[in-house]
């Protein structure tokens, strides 16, 4: 998809900037309303702009307009017909800008009640999922990673940590922690539940396969593992959030999480210590191989800090 921006700017600065913004060749319509805008007041420069050149648009706003007199808004444009610059158009890539990722990213991670509720019912369907046969417990770990929103807060680890934006670290560490508490603590009370009832102990839990696995992983499952989280970044900055799923079921940390809980319900902390292994495992492979990947777009693609 390619990009709409939307800046409010001081009108002393808008045929400046409007003159820089008509030269790209990457911008296919350029909309000026002068004084439409309210709030903030100023005017309004409505940008059509390929992926390729978005970044190319905002280091020239940050470079004309200072950030306290500024505000924009971007947006996804389904197409673009301009028969005279189809050439260029269909020429256009896949990317997302900073502010967009870290935009979806906070969203996704906002620890809000829904956010608590989804990671501790992701937690409680991969606690059934630890001691159930084959095939339902393989519908319960895809289940429980998809609803589960527990890869953005790792994510925007990276992120922050690229940019050097420590507030944002900051927000993606207390989200990640929250979060993840949940989880666990619903893993623990959906086992001590199963107990109770006589549908769980300590032997059936350490006894199952794929437990074991968790706990012991070979090197394939550490390769998809690790394959599951660059892609996941991978689709955050192409844009491709729709896809997420695929890279969130090749991972374990959802499940993996849940045995902490689940080890410490029936009196295994050893269990709860692999278990808490593997998890720290799945997010080392997101920093160590998704931190890399965004430095490089951000050395060679695009260069630039976010707005704010």
Same mark, same amino acid.
């Given at each position: 998809m390619h990009r709409t921006i939307e800046l409010t700017i001081p009108p002393h600065l808008t045929d400046s900037l409007q003159a820089e913004l008509t030269s790209l060749e990457e911008v296919i319509g350029l909309t000026l309303q002068r004084g439409a805008s309210l709030k903030p007041a100023g005017d309004v420069l409505i940008v059509h702009v390929l992926?390729?050149?978005?970044?190319?648009?905002?280091? *020239?706003?940050?470079?004309?307009?200072?950030?306290?007199?500024? %505000?924009?808004?971007?947006? =996804?444009?389904? %197409?673009?017909?301009?028969?005279? %610059?189809h050439h260029v158009i269909r020429g256009d890539r896949d990317e997302a800008i900073w502010e967009e990722m870290e935009s979806?990213?906070?969203?996704?991670? *906002? &620890?809000?009640?829904?956010?608590? #509720?989804?990671?501790? #019912?992701?937690?409680v369907i991969a606690a059934v999922g630890l001691v159930s046969e084959p095939v339902p417990q393989a519908v319960a770990f895809v289940a429980s990673a998809i609803i589960a929103p527990g890869f953005d807060s790792m994510t925007t680890v990276a992120l922050a940590l690229v940019l050097r934006r420590w507030d944002l670290l900051g927000r993606a560490l207390a989200s990640a922690g929250a979060g993840y508490a949940a989880l666990m603590l619903a893993a623990a009370a959906t086992s001590a539940l199963l107990v109770g009832v006589g549908e769980m102990d300590a032997?059936?839990? @350490?006894?199952?396969? =794929?437990? !074991? $696995?968790?706990? $012991?992983?070979?090197?394939?499952? #550490?390769?998809?593992?690790?394959?599951?989280?660059?892609?996941?970044?991978?689709? +955050? @900055?192409?844009?491709?959030?729709?896809? !997420?799923?695929?890279?969130?079921?090749?991972?374990?940390?959802?499940?993996?999480?849940?045995?902490?809980?689940?080890? +410490?319900?029936?009196?295994?902390?050893? +269990?709860?210590?692999?278990?808490?292994?593997?998890?720290?495992?799945?997010?080392?492979? &997101?920093?160590? #191989?998704?931190?890399?990947? +965004?430095?490089?777009? !951000?050395?060679?693609? $695009?260069?630039?800090?976010?707005?704010?």
């Open positions: 992926n390729r050149g978005a970044d190319e648009v905002l280091r *020239r706003v940050q470079t004309a307009v200072p950030k306290a007199e500024l %505000s924009a808004v971007t947006s =996804e444009a389904t %197409s673009f017909i301009s028969p005279d %610059s979806g990213l906070r969203h996704q991670g *906002r &620890i809000t009640v829904n956010y608590l #509720l989804l990671m501790a #019912l992701g937690g032997q059936m839990l @350490a006894g199952n396969a =794929e437990v !074991q $696995h968790l706990a $012991h992983p070979r090197w394939m499952e #550490l390769l998809v593992a690790a394959a599951g989280a660059l892609a996941g970044v991978v689709m +955050l @900055a192409a844009f491709r959030r729709s896809f !997420q799923a695929g890279p969130l079921i090749a991972m374990a940390f959802i499940p993996a999480a849940a045995l902490v809980g689940a080890g +410490l319900a029936v009196g295994r902390p050893d +269990l709860a210590w692999e278990g808490l292994q593997r998890f720290g495992a799945d997010w080392g492979f &997101i920093l160590v #191989l998704g931190a890399p990947f +965004l430095w490089l777009k !951000q050395r060679f693609l $695009h260069r630039r800090q976010p707005l704010v």
